[in-house]
């Protein structure tokens, strides 16, 4: 049975599959008035929720506690440096298969699964040994 979706989560949808990028219900919000599609903030937020239950839009939560959300047709996973906050998208899913294992097993429909590495950027543990050698050096 396909769903009924309304005209929000429709325009909602459809620009999150024009996106190449995951983003915040904020971002959606600013998106669809700069295409003259205004949607309320909270009907926004309602909108996502639908369009994830129905398990086509999928949910991604920084360490900021920021949820970001992308069309589940991106399996996309990232390295975020604690840091400065920058993502580093990762070419492949390392659990594809295992997915794929689950499902069957536990006969239990995937809609998406979010996977997420944290740590420290190259720039960033460039940056901390210098200031590191720096405090270290008095004059
Ligand atoms: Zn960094
Ligand atoms: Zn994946």
Same mark, same amino acid.
């Given at each position: 049975?396909?769903?009924?979706?309304?005209?929000?989560?429709?325009?909602?949808?459809?620009?999150?599959?024009?996106?190449?990028?995951?983003?915040?219900?904020?971002?959606?919000?600013?998106?669809?008035?700069?295409?003259?599609?205004?949607?309320?903030?909270?009907?926004?937020?309602?909108?996502?929720? =639908?369009?994830?239950?129905?398990?086509?839009?999928?949910?991604?939560?920084?360490?900021?506690?920021?949820?970001?959300?992308?069309?589940?047709?991106?399996?996309?996973?990232?390295?975020?440096?604690?840091?400065?906050?920058?993502?580093?998208?990762?070419?492949?899913?390392?659990?594809?298969?295992?997915?794929?294992?689950?499902?069957?097993?536990?006969?239990?429909?995937?809609?998406?699964?979010?996977?997420?590495?944290?740590?420290?950027?190259?720039?960033?543990? =460039? =940056?901390?040994?210098?200031?590191? =050698?720096?405090?270290?050096?008095?004059?």
């Amino acid at each position: 049975m396909k769903p009924q979706r309304t005209r929000s989560q429709e325009r909602i949808f459809n620009l999150l599959k024009t996106m190449n990028r995951a983003i915040s219900a904020q971002d959606i919000y600013v998106e669809l008035r700069n295409r003259d599609q205004n949607l309320g903030l909270a009907t926004v937020y309602r909108s996502l929720d =639908a369009l994830k239950l129905e398990g086509v839009v999928q949910v991604r939560t920084l360490a900021t506690g920021e949820s970001l959300y992308s069309s589940v047709l991106e399996d996309q996973h990232h390295l975020t440096c604690l840091n400065c906050g920058q993502s580093i998208p990762i070419d492949e899913c390392p659990v594809h298969q295992l997915e794929t294992e689950l499902q069957s097993y536990h006969h239990f429909k995937i809609y998406y699964h979010t996977l997420e590495f944290f740590g420290i950027c190259d720039r960033c543990a =460039a =940056a901390e040994e210098k200031e590191k =050698a720096g405090t270290t050096k008095r004059f």
